[in-house]
């Protein structure tokens, strides 16, 4: 049977500033990366080492990426980065302070852009400091103003489908470095998980999540590597 490995960015700058970070690029702190090297470790401590991964374009993914594998001496492995895998785009909540924002709408309306299945935040304005459609990583790509959970889904699934699930198919083991919404969208879909419940699941930091596969067909539930 062939693994599939979902590990979450480590702590950014922007989860220790708790400010809506989406698809800005912001960096990791020295936390996030010790909890990068320590997936890492505990990939090797328990012999489950990829062969090939995947990653967004965002450098918090990418080199949460790059420690765990160097931690567990997997550099060589073929790596390809997509921006399918980004966050989810918050729209023009991107760079707030989160506690401030709560301040100004109330608990409630946050709450509901942060955590319904299909309100997205409002719209990013054009041209905004963290307007992103002229960054070259991008180019050629509908930049999204904003996106709910469901929008982050139906960007996440075809690419999983198309390109990530036919390397499971092939006996490849498969890491994904990403973010807490593009792994929640994958989590609902392999594991069954209704609109309602998906918005209250948790992915933490640093915490290999592993699924087992046979073929292209998941077998059993999910489980944390540091419970095997």
Known sequence: MSKLILVRHGQSEWNLANRFTGWWDVDLTEKGEAEAH???ELMKAKGVLPTV????VQKRAIKTLNIALEACERLWIPVTRDWHLNERHYGG????DKQETRDRHGDEQVHIWRRSFDVPPPELEAGSEFDLSDDPRY????????ESLKLTIERVLPYWEEVILPQLAKGENVIISAHGNSLRALVKHLSNISDDEITGLEIPTGQPIIYDFDGATPVGERYYLKDA
């Open 38 to 40: 320590e997936a890492g």
């Open 53 to 56: 991964a995947f990653t967004s």
């Open 93 to 96: 909540l991107t760079g707030l």
């Open 139 to 146: 180019d050629g790509v509908d930049v999204p103003r904003t």
